[in-house]
């Protein structure tokens, strides 16, 4: 089973119409994606807790480490770049941090409020090798735009 991202789309913003709290919208986000693909093994935030500082915020799936600074993993990439980390072979990336053994492949978001602020990032992890691709980078971003960047979250 794959996203269908356009019936995700429409999902999402049904079920967090009205919804202003960020916990509340990222707790939603990471369960519809989640169980929406088999490739996704992984789903959830890390949210921006200080300078430089991310905490893991909610998520589906098995452990997730706790802490990751902005100078550390995909995550911490995404978070000082603000751009989308797409890893095909997460081995081969320097300073990946490994929750789990069994990832393979990474696609990691920055999640911009409506303020422009960086206040998470999203992350997926694939026990398959390359599994997340452009076009997934694009539905993904456009539903964090749609969850995050339109409204004033709290
Ligand atoms: N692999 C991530 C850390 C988070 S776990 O995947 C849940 C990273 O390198 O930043």
């Not at 994606?33 to 799936?61: C, N, S």
């Not at 422009?116 to 992350?123: P, T, Y």
Request: aromatic letters at 6%; one cysteine or more.
């Amino acid at each position: 089973m794959q996203a269908d991202y356009a019936h995700l789309a429409k999902t999402i913003a049904a079920l967090t119409e009205g919804e202003d709290d960020t916990v509340a919208l990222m707790a939603t986000v990471a369960c519809e994606l989640h169980h929406a693909d088999d490739r996704f093994d992984w789903t959830g935030f890390y949210r921006v807790t200080g300078p430089e500082m991310l905490k893991i915020g909610p998520y589906q799936g098995g452990h997730g480490c706790l802490q990751i600074p902005f100078s550390r993993g995909v995550c911490g990439a995404a978070a000082r770049t603000r751009e989308t980390q797409l890893v095909d072979d997460v081995d081969a990336f320097p300073g990946h941090i490994a929750c789990a053994s069994s990832t393979r492949s990474e696609i990691v978001l920055p999640v911009v409020d409506a303020a422009g602020d960086l206040i998470a990032v999203l992350d997926i992890d694939s026990n398959q090798p390359a599994a997340f691709s452009q076009d997934d980078a694009i539905h993904l971003a456009a539903i964090l735009h749609s969850v995050f960047a339109s409204r004033r979250a709290i």
